[in-house]
């Protein structure tokens, strides 16, 4: 309790939960075990849930990660399980703020 509340005040915060991008194909379903992310071939975390969007029309998670690469804007790679893909620090929570899929053209 008040040691680790402490040590994160003298050391600063380990990790951060994060919003990613998943580009590829729409995923089928959603995960049901995490997934590890990458920087630079060394991992940085995992991801705890993730989806397709059909309103977003995009792959989104949401991830556990190291606070050095949880800026927004960077790159990671993860893997599904099966094969690898590109993904995006995005902020959460994911919607839609200038409203315009829901405007008519």
């Known amino acids: 309790g008040k040691e680790a509340l402490q040590r994160i005040r003298n050391e600063g915060v380990a990790r951060r939960f994060v919003g990613l991008e998943i580009f590829g194909d729409p995923l089928v379903g959603s995960n049901d075990e995490r997934w590890?992310?990458?920087?630079?071939?060394?991992?940085?975390g995992y991801i705890t849930s993730a989806?397709?969007?059909p309103r977003l029309r995009k792959n989104?998670?949401?991830a556990m990660i190291?606070?050095?690469?949880?800026?927004?804007?960077?790159e990671l790679k993860i893997y599904d399980g099966s094969m690898e893909k590109l993904s995006v620090v995005v902020s959460k929570p994911?919607?839609?703020?200038k409203k315009?899929?829901?405007t008519s053209t």
Do not use: E, H, K, M
């Open 36 to 44: 590890p992310v990458y920087l630079n071939d060394g991992n940085v």
């Open 51 to 53: 989806i397709y969007s």
């Open 60 to 62: 989104i998670a949401l």
């Open 66 to 74: 190291s606070a050095r690469a949880a800026q927004n804007g960077t």
């Open 94 to 97: 994911f919607y839609d703020p």
């Open 100 to 102: 315009t899929i829901a």
